[in-house]
């Protein structure tokens, strides 16, 4: 299975940007899909917004408002669509899913290879 992300780019603050994700692979099933941030100082991953399969969504406090998860079940695909753009959203950004290979399988998590969001002042 293998996660792949695009969408990154420079913008100006205010400005918009829309990632996507897409997953490939021996896939029988997707359970929850989210997208993450991290900063070069930080190690650790920070949540930014998560939608279920049936479309229930969660979003950080930092999000909330400006960011839209979203997916296309068919395609396998989930959307981060990011408006009012600041620059501490400045990050590079991580799709996760936990996807199900098979039906008595239980889910694992993959992770996208990472995109550039820059956000200039």
């Known amino acids: 299975v293998q996660l792949q992300a695009s969408g990154g780019g420079l913008v100006q603050a205010g400005g918009s940007l829309k990632l996507s994700c897409a997953a490939s692979?021996?896939?029988?099933?997707?359970?929850?899909m989210g997208w993450y941030r991290q900063d070069a100082r930080s190690e650790q991953r920070e949540f930014v917004a998560?939608?279920?399969?049936?479309?229930?969504?969660r979003y950080a406090e930092s999000a909330a408002g400006r960011f839209t998860i979203s997916r296309d079940n068919a395609k396998n695909e989930v959307y981060l669509q990011m408006d009012s753009l600041k620059p501490e959203d400045t990050n590079v950004y991580y799709c996760n899913a936990a996807v199900k290979v098979a039906p008595l399988v239980r889910e694992k998590y993959y992770w996208g290879q990472g995109t550039l969001v820059t956000v200039s002042s």
């Open positions: 998560v939608i279920t399969s049936s479309g229930t969504t």
């Open positions: 692979g021996s896939i029988f099933g997707i359970n929850d």
